[in-house]
């Protein structure tokens, strides 16, 4: 499947389907056990990729491809970092503009769009937690290449590992019920992932597995 048809049934998928599940599941509201774990996997996630980054981020302009309701955002913000958060899902994005805290160090600016759009312009860091999930080998070092002349330092992202737990999983469909079932996930390797690209330097950072969550974060070099 091509990256435009999988962008297009991620887009579905979040701004018709799982709206209201996604916006629970980021916010403090009671969810079911599997979702729990789901929640504290992207918590640790989400601080994982704030490790990797400078704790002073006053003046650097943070690209936050994929950033859902706002978590990750808001935290780069906070840092001082002047933060584009950009979403397939207009939902998601009124969502994250709805939670934006008042007082802030950087700035904030919340669109709808392509997460790999140029007109976005350029940056020093680019995170992408959990947004990459859903593309091919060639998809991603396509991205990355694209990407590439438009970042100064870094970017961290994810993807779903290749593990028997999660492929296991995946067969089951069993990572939410059948009514809000994510698009399908492709699992990969650093090593492959490596293999299949043109451009850069890719580094295997750490793999954070929660119940039902599994993500392998990486970071990625021009």
């Known amino acids: 499947m091509s990256y435009e048809a999988t962008r297009q049934r991620v887009e579905t998928y979040f701004d018709r389907t799982a709206t209201r599940t996604w916006e629970r599941l980021t916010s403090d509201a009671p969810v079911s056990g599997i979702r729990a774990t ?3 996997g992207r918590d640790e996630m989400r601080n994982l990729i704030l490790s990797e980054l400078p704790d002073d981020l006053r003046g650097a302009r943070v690209l936050d491809a994929g950033c859902g309701t706002g978590a990750l955002a808001f935290e780069l913000a906070a840092r001082g970092a002047d933060v584009t958060g950009v979403d397939i899902s207009p939902q998601l994005i009124e969502i994250a503009r709805k939670r934006q805290p008042a007082n802030i160090k950087g700035s904030l ?23 990459m999930i859903y593309y091919t080998a060639d998809d991603i070092a396509q991205a990355l290449a694209g990407l590439a002349p438009r970042i100064s330092e ?24 059948k009514a ?17 690209m043109t451009k850069g330097r890719l580094r295997d950072i750490k793999r954070v597995t929660s119940g039902f969550y599994i993500s392998n974060a990486l970071e990625f070099r021009p």
Not at 161 to 177: C, I, N, S, V
Not at 180 to 196: F, I
């Open 154 to 177: 870094n970017m961290i992202f994810t993807v779903a590992p290749r593990t028997p737990l999660l492929m296991l999983m995946w067969r089951a469909g069993k990572l939410f019920p």
């Open 180 to 196: 809000d079932r994510s698009p399908t996930m492709v699992p990969h390797t650093p090593a492959r992932l490596a293999d299949a």
């Open 38 to 40: 789901v929640r504290a």
């Open 109 to 131: 600016d919340f669109r709808a769009g392509d997460m790999l759009s140029p007109k976005f312009g350029s940056f020093d860091h680019v995170v992408a937690m959990d947004s």
